[in-house]
């Protein structure tokens, strides 16, 4: 695999696929390989090296090296590759034939945040915090408005980046700022610099929350940790790794949501939240299911949901 630019130790995508490459390596054999990424100008030559040594499938992580996949995929049709929250696609717009480009229905399981948010707050504003406006982020935005809105249609949400996601300096400040308007509750969408949102809930003490994505994140502020958006990454990988060794490795286009048990809820804390939380999650999750519920995957979807709490 080849990072992204937020490289390992994100507790993000990145670390999610090397836990996937590494467990495709133990259960399938061969070799893991990963390569770190400092900034973007390292991509293409880093993704060349990992065909060059004899890749069977490299894993491109993250938006952000969409590109510098689909360039090297183009110029090398026979090698294979897995493509995480992105879309590779040739010149016509049609997905590259050896690339199996996996995105994820966030938006799906930042609902069921949202929903955890807004029967936990004590107040009517909730924040947001993302990286940088990428697709991925803002399908977590929309899912997580929408549904603190079927909740209670009187919820504010305040939306905030903090312009990369490797700066948790600044996204700490960010945090600080927002906490000291009498907001008690963030949604950390910004990589590897939302460590500094934790920090910030923690120096701010008790009742005062975050919620994380990609992965639970309840090490960094145990006491102020509420839950996590999820996502089955490492998962996705090992499946493509094991099409590949299977033959059966076919790219094109994946998208993963509940129905296919690839996003959800923090499992590791799942037990402290309310019965009545848990209800109404299931609830939404059910309805969501069958297709009543359909959740917006972009900011005006998301400002027109009408569906009432049931």
Known sequence: MVTNQADL????????????????????????????????????????????????????????????????????????????????????????????????????????????????????????????????????????????????????????????????AKAKQLALSIYDLDADLIMDVAGGGGRGIFDAAKSMGKDYWVIGVDTCKGQFAPDNFLTSAVKEVAGAVVLENTKAAEGTFEGGTISLGLKEKAVGLCPDNIDTLSAEIMAKVETATAAILDGSIVVPSNEEDAKAFKVTAQ
């Open 9 to 168: 130790g994100d507790q993000g995508f990145n670390d999610l696929a090397k836990l996937g490459v590494e467990t495709s390596a133990k259960e399938l054999g061969g070799k893991p390989l990963v390569i770190q990424s400092a900034n973007q100008s390292q991509f293409v030559p880093s993704l060349q090296q990992a065909i060059d040594q004899g890749s069977t499938v490299t894993t491109g992580v993250g938006f952000g090296i969409r590109d510098a996949l689909t360039q090297v995929a183009t110029s090398n049709p026979q090698a294979r590759f897995t493509l995480i929250d992105a879309l590779a696609l040739d010149k016509d717009k049609k997905p590259l034939a050896n690339v199996a480009s996996v995105t994820f229905r966030e938006h799906e399981a930042a609902f069921l945040t949202g929903i955890v948010a807004a029967m936990t707050t004590e107040g009517t504003r909730v924040d947001f915090i993302g990286g940088m406006e990428t697709p991925p982020v803002i399908r977590f935005l929309s899912g997580f408005e929408a549904s603190l809105h079927y909740v209670n249609p009187d919820i504010e949400i305040s939306i905030a980046y903090v312009g990369s996601f490797t700066e948790p």
